[in-house]
C-alpha cells in the first residue's frame, strides 16, 4: 500500500506482513523510466517512508519479499505522485 507521506517529497510504502519473510525490498522509480531506479531500500518492517522525493513527479514503487525460501517476485508498480 502506498499513501502520501508527512512532508513534501515522501511517499509511505507498507507491506503487509508475510509469514516467514525476514527482508522487505523496494525501489523507486519515475513512472517516465520504470527502470531507472532512484531509491531502493531493504529492511525488516514491513512500512517505509520514501523520502527526498522530487514533488509533482509520478513515481513508480515495487516490492518484494525474501525468507528461507529465498526472494519472491516482485509485485506490478504501484504509481504516486509526492507533492
Same mark, same amino acid.
Given at each position: 500500500?502506498?499513501?502520501?507521506? *508527512?512532508?513534501?517529497?515522501?511517499?509511505? @510504502?507498507?507491506?503487509?506482513?508475510?509469514?516467514?519473510? &525476514?527482508?522487505?525490498?523496494?525501489?523507486? $522509480?519515475?513512472? &517516465? $523510466?520504470?527502470?531507472?531506479?532512484?531509491? /531502493?531500500?531493504?529492511?525488516?518492517? @514491513?512500512? /517505509?517512508?520514501?523520502?527526498?522525493?522530487?514533488?509533482?513527479?509520478? +513515481? @513508480? *514503487?515495487?516490492?518484494? *519479499? @525474501?525468507?528461507? $525460501?529465498?526472494?519472491?517476485?516482485?509485485? +506490478?508498480?504501484? /504509481?504516486?505522485?509526492? *507533492?
Amino acid at each position: 500500500m502506498l499513501g502520501l507521506g *508527512v512532508r513534501s517529497g515522501e511517499l509511505n @510504502a507498507s507491506t503487509i506482513l508475510i509469514p516467514n519473510s &525476514s527482508v522487505y525490498n523496494r525501489r523507486v $522509480a519515475p513512472a &517516465s $523510466a520504470p527502470t531507472q531506479y532512484i531509491k /531502493r531500500i531493504q529492511t525488516t518492517a @514491513a512500512i /517505509r517512508v520514501f523520502a527526498g522525493l522530487t514533488p509533482g513527479q509520478i +513515481d @513508480a *514503487v515495487d516490492a518484494n *519479499v @525474501a525468507g528461507s $525460501a529465498g526472494p519472491g517476485d516482485w509485485s +506490478d508498480a504501484a /504509481r504516486l505522485m509526492a *507533492v
